[in-house]
């Protein structure tokens, strides 16, 4: 084994073993080089390594800190209560899902209806979810065909499908420079480099991406142009159409994710309106209807079709034919735009509890968008985004650190990404109060 990861490893061993803590900084690499009798360009690689294994996160001028601890795999609202409030993972479940989705299970009964339900099914589906599915996903400005329309098992497989059809093994893929993390553990998976794009209050700037392509090209872009998780942003029409134009001078492809755009009923056409032949928009069901229901879309250009749905087929990626069965009829009887109206109208409320209890607190700063159900908190200094996150924890509260939405390995900002969708409203202004109390105090006034 390299040297370098035989110090990683007992470094790591470290941390697991709370010997090292969240938010406790390591030594400069020269310090450590001189502590492990170990080169400076060996120390340089170790610290590469742990931050490449997720353990910690550096800082410009400020160090290399351990990490918060990895997000609970199993959602709070599993969890016993009062042991944690969840702020980190989102599971809105507005509007009632359940009273509202048990009537239209009445026809999966009928043994025709369900005998085809449990039948396999491919990434095509069938027809009534096709016609289904375009209807649901169709904005103004952009009716998609339903001969376009493939079907995954959730939003992440929709994910995964689009960017293996558009990127080999070993090939790049452009992203902002905030981005969705599970989009960044996909492209882990596949074998695929991130290539962090700048981004400003509109989202991913057409000027940069071109200029990151003419340093190293890349085959496609994965993009949040409807309200940015974590951001916020919801990008102008002007910039969708700029952005279109850099796809087509670069002949790249645009992977477009619409999870969360169903809460921006303002916004302007996805990008697909502008770039028709090079935009793959990825969609799911489980935010918009109930965490517990995994369906993904994918809206693939014709010229694409075939890549996708042999990306999807060799995944294993192909959707549960009850799941698409009970979804289609869900759409169809107008239950999905029900809850949807239902949830935008949820996220507006619990963003004014955000905003109520979190002002005040000097030098913070909230980028967020009105309908979401997260927002975008930059820190006051001196805190650093592991620190609050370890502060939060010690009160019950999970926050998520900026380095889990730093693509690439560039620093992580100073800021955390509050999570509003779960808790009853009460709970969460509880929660919000806390963080807001603890930002104000400052990182001196926690136990050392």
């Known amino acids: 084994m390299d040297d370098f990861r035989r110090v990683a490893d007992a470094v790591a061993a470290d941390i697991a073993a709370g010997r090292l803590r969240p938010g406790e900084r390591l030594p ?9 009798g170990i080169a400076n360009s060996t120390a340089i690689r170790v610290y590469g390594e742990l931050a490449r294994r997720g353990l910690v996160v550096g800082e410009v001028g400020r160090g290399t800190f351990v990490r918060a601890a990895a997000p609970a795999a199993a959602p709070a609202l599993t969890e016993p209560a009062g042991t944690r409030i969840d702020l980190e993972l989102q599971h809105p479940v507005a509007g009632g899902p359940a009273e509202r989705m048990a009537a ?8 025709d209806v369900l005998d085809a339900a449990l039948r396999p099914v491919g990434a095509a589906g069938t027809p009534a979810a096709r016609t289904a599915a375009a209807a649901l996903l169709a904005r103004p400005g952009w009716e998609p065909d339903p001969g376009q329309v493939l079907f995954t098992g959730n939003g992440r497989q929709a994910i995964a499908g689009a960017v293996s059809a558009l990127v080999p093994a070993g090939g790049r893929l452009a992203v902002e420079e905030l981005t969705y993390p599970l989009a960044a553990s996909v492209a882990a998976r596949l074998g695929i480099t991130l290539v962090p794009v700048a981004t400003d209050a509109h989202g991913l700037v057409p000027e940069a991406l071109a200029a990151a392509h003419r340093r190293a090209p890349f085959q496609a872009v994965y993009v949040q142009p409807t309200v940015h998780n974590p951001c916020g942003a919801t990008m102008p029409a002007g910039r969708r159409a700029e952005l279109a134009a850099v796809l087509a001078d670069l002949r790249v492809h645009a992977v477009e994710d619409a999870v969360w755009a169903f809460l921006d009923a303002a916004a302007p056409p996805p990008l697909a309106a502008w770039a028709p032949d090079r935009t793959i928009v990825v969609d799911g ?35 549960a034919g009850y799941a698409l069965e009970a979804a289609a009829g869900w759409i169809s009887d107008g239950t999905a735009a029900a809850l949807g109206e239902a949830k935008r109208a949820d996220a507006a409320r619990r963003q004014e509890i955000a905003a109520r209890e979190l002002a005040g607190v000097r030098d913070a700063r909230t980028r967020t968008h009105p309908h979401s159900y997260f927002c975008w908190w930059e820190l006051p200094p001196p805190w650093r985004a592991e620190t609050f996150t370890a502060a939060a924890a010690r009160r019950g509260i999970a926050v998520t650190p900026a380095a889990a939405f730093t693509a690439g390995s560039a620093s992580a900002p100073p800021a955390v990404r509050i999570g509003l969708g779960t808790p009853p409203p009460g709970v969460l202004a509880d929660a919000l109060r806390t963080l807001a109390a603890v930002a104000a105090a400052g990182p001196d006034a926690e136990p050392g």
Request: hydrophobic share 45%.
């Open 28 to 36: 400069p690499q020269r310090a450590f080089a001189r502590r492990h």
């Open 104 to 111: 239209s299970l009445g026809r999966l009964l009928r043994p």
């Open 285 to 319: 069901l489980s935010k918009r209807l109930a965490p517990g229901l995994a369906v993904g879309f994918a809206v693939a250009p014709p010229a694409l079709l075939g890549r996708v749905g042999t990306a999807l087929r060799t995944g294993a990626w192909t959707p």
